[in-house]
């Protein structure tokens, strides 16, 4: 995946400040603050480090305690309903995301749901498929697909949204070499913005930036190669001084 994506349509990023999210009784962010502006950003950590955690404050399903969450101008906790227009999750899973029968009928409802009308909405859903090679995909039943092809209709939901940040959890996790090629040319296409998180460092690894987390705190950041060599290298010796 190339380094060097087209520059996102809005430019104001997403602040963390002085974020503090308890969960539990237990912290997992205790004042956490982040300036993401990059078009691409990886993030990287191993399970449990609050890398869901962290869309999920970004995406405004779960308020900070304390400190405050700005999504391209729009404060998580008082404009919830303006987020939809700035910022869209794709699961990891995508039975967990799709609702709808067929392929049109899902990319139709990102667009009703943003107020337009039911017909137009099915018609831009067909006109957008067909304008990437897919018209044929707009009445295929979504339990024929493959797993590659679910998430291709995932990101492709969020995409005809245009929402300027997509946040990706882990979109290459269970996909065969060809469903991840295929991924990978449908992400390098996409103008918006993208923070993904992943296991798979090798998708990172030329980004600008990537971020490191470990326990709710940020371990590193900075350019891909350099944060991925490190986070290899530690989990390496944690895997040595543990076997």
Same mark, same amino acid.
Request: proline share 7%; aromatic share 6%; hydrophobic share 40%.
């Given at each position: 995946?190339?380094?060097?994506?087209?520059?996102?349509?809005?430019?104001?990023?997403?602040?963390?400040?002085?974020?503090?999210?308890?969960?539990?009784?237990?912290?997992?962010?205790?004042?956490?603050?982040?300036?993401?502006?990059?078009?691409?950003?990886?993030?990287?950590?191993?399970?449990?480090?609050?890398?869901?955690?962290?869309?999920?404050?970004?995406?405004? %399903?779960?308020?900070? !305690?304390?400190? #405050?969450?700005?999504?391209?101008?729009? +404060?998580?906790?008082? @404009?919830?309903?303006? /987020? *939809?227009?700035?910022?869209?999750?794709?699961?990891?899973?995508?039975?967990?995301?799709?609702?709808?029968?067929?392929?049109?009928?899902?990319?139709?409802?990102?667009?009703?749901?943003?107020?337009?009308?039911?017909?137009?909405?099915?018609?831009?859903?067909?006109?957008?498929?067909?304008?990437?090679?897919?018209?044929?995909?707009?009445?295929?039943?979504?339990?024929?697909?493959?797993?590659?092809?679910?998430?291709?209709?995932? %990101?492709?939901?969020? !995409?005809?949204? #245009?929402?300027?940040?997509?946040?990706? +959890?882990?979109?290459? @996790?269970?996909?065969? /070499? *060809?469903?991840?090629?295929?991924?990978?040319?449908?992400?390098?296409?996409?103008?918006?913005?993208?923070?993904?998180?992943?296991?798979?460092?090798?998708?990172?690894?030329?980004?600008?930036?990537?971020?490191?987390?470990?326990?709710?705190?940020?371990?590193?950041?900075?350019?891909?190669?350099?944060?991925?060599?490190?986070?290899?290298?530690?989990?390496?010796?944690?895997?040595?001084?543990?076997?």
């Amino acid at each position: 995946m190339s380094p060097s994506p087209p520059t996102p349509r809005a430019a104001d990023g997403i602040y963390l400040e002085s974020v503090t999210l308890v969960r539990g009784g237990r912290p997992v962010f205790d004042g956490l603050t982040l300036a993401l502006r990059e078009p691409r950003i990886g993030l990287v950590g191993d399970n449990g480090a609050g890398k869901s955690s962290l869309f999920r404050l970004i995406c405004g %399903l779960e308020p900070p !305690q304390q400190g #405050r969450v700005l999504v391209h101008g729009c +404060d998580t906790r008082t @404009a919830r309903r303006e /987020l *939809p227009g700035r910022v869209g999750l794709m699961f990891q899973n995508p039975d967990d995301q799709i609702i709808f029968p067929t392929v049109a009928e899902e990319l139709a409802f990102s667009l009703t749901a943003q107020g337009t009308p039911r017909k137009d909405a099915r018609q831009q859903a067909q006109d957008f498929l067909a304008q990437r090679g897919l018209a044929d995909w707009g009445p295929r039943a979504i339990g024929e697909l493959s797993q590659g092809q679910r998430q291709q209709v995932c %990101l492709l939901a969020l !995409q005809i949204s #245009r929402p300027a940040t997509l946040l990706l +959890d882990e979109p290459f @996790a269970s996909l065969d /070499l *060809p469903s991840q090629a295929r991924l990978a040319a449908q992400l390098q296409r996409t103008p918006q913005q993208i923070i993904f998180s992943t296991h798979a460092l090798a998708h990172v690894q030329d980004f600008d930036r990537v971020l490191w987390l470990e326990q709710g705190r940020l371990r590193a950041d900075g350019p891909g190669r350099e944060v991925c060599a490190a986070y290899a290298e530690d989990v390496r010796q944690r895997t040595v001084a543990h076997a």
